[in-house]
């Protein structure tokens, strides 16, 4: 809104508004502008949240210590999402349809989550939303971006070929082309492409969703995943940095820079009421949300398979719950970790609260730090 108003309108009259045409400045200014948000209004979202009682129910098996939380407030994802959305609208060029489509997504998954945390609230119980019907509608979500990028690959904006870490030429299309001659199956020529983005989508919201289980743990390795994505995001847009790391040029997808700036500065911003002790919980609606968000901007930018390292706790708090859930299953009920997710696991161990959570972030960061260091060692 801004770019378009400040820069493709006024900058013909006045000169000094060219600096609204650089990427970096405008990625700057979102950051910061979604800080401002986060911290103006929280106070006013964690009063109102009190105000209506909508609090965080806890789950009976837990560890002990987690049961002094029940009542926080919670879906303060929705602030999050607020924090996000408006610097996206006013720093972006909106004319660009990656923007719309990672805004959508967030939206949508993060709709799943606020429809799930209000069941909880509702019937004032730890679990919302049935397994099955909030798997059901993330799944229908992530075709609805599918579709979308398939729609994009049509115009020729887009590709459905993958980029494989540390190989250079190595890059497989996920598209059957011996069906495109068959016109009644040429629809199904982009099965596998709509699986592999639903999988990615699906599992990265929920992975996020089951890190988000001590305070600060979630969000802060969400500030690290989104400042890896920035960068990755904004390499792949520009003609020069692209070419010399090799990667496939997308010059529209610069633009997602904007919106990763601003989940960056949102992140920090809801890190401040959400560090230990917390005053306010993301809810589902912010993990889905969030993760959501980082797998579409991970699939724009071709980097999916780079996702499980720019998210590496993610992936290992997902792993840790498949794992002891198999385990439970197939082995007579004997269980790997104490407690799964992992950071139930530590926290039994004897880890305090605050270690884990600085552990597990420097964890994050070493795992977004080698995700950087795959764009030159290919």
Known sequence: MLYWLLYQKL??????????????????????????????????????????????????????????KAGTPTMGGLLICIAILLPTLLWSDLSNPF?????????????????????????????????????????????AVAVALIAMQEQGSYSTHLMVPFVKR??????????GGIPHLSALAFLPFVVFVVTVLVASSNAVNLTDGLDG???GCTIIAASALTVLTYVSGH????????????????ELTVFCGAMVGASIGFLWYNAHPAEIFMGDV???????????????????????????IFV??????????????????????????????????GWSESKVIARFWIGALVFALFALTTLKLR
């Open 11 to 68: 900058f013909p009259y006045f000169r000094p508004f060219r600096i609204f045409r650089y990427l970096t400045f405008r990625t700057a200014f979102a950051s910061l502008t979604a800080l401002l948000i986060t911290l103006i209004i929280g106070p006013y979202v964690i009063e109102k949240l009190r105000e209506f009682q909508i609090g965080q129910y806890v789950r009976d098996d837990g560890p002990k210590a987690h049961q002094k």
């Open 99 to 143: 923007v719309w489509l990672v805004m959508g997504s967030t939206i949508a998954y993060g709709a799943i989550g606020f429809i799930d945390d209000y069941t909880k609230v509702v019937q004032r119980r730890s679990l919302g939303l049935t397994a099955r019907a909030k798997m059901l509608l993330q799944i229908l979500a992530g075709i």
């Open 170 to 179: 190595f890059r497989p299309d996920l598209v059957w082309h011996f069906l």
């Open 217 to 219: 743990l979630a969000i």
């Open 239 to 254: 003609v020069v940095f692209s070419d010399y790391l090799e990667l496939q040029r997308m010059p529209m997808v610069g």
């Open 286 to 312: 912010g993990s889905l949300a969030l993760g959501g968000a980082i797998a579409t901007v991970a699939v724009v930018i071709k980097q999916e398979l780079l996702l499980p390292f720019i998210g590496g």
């Open 316 to 349: 290992l708090e997902a792993l840790s719950v498949i794992l002891q859930v198999g385990s439970y299953k197939l082995r007579n009920g004997k269980r790997i970790f104490k407690m799964a997710p992992l950071h139930h696991h530590f926290e039994l161990l």
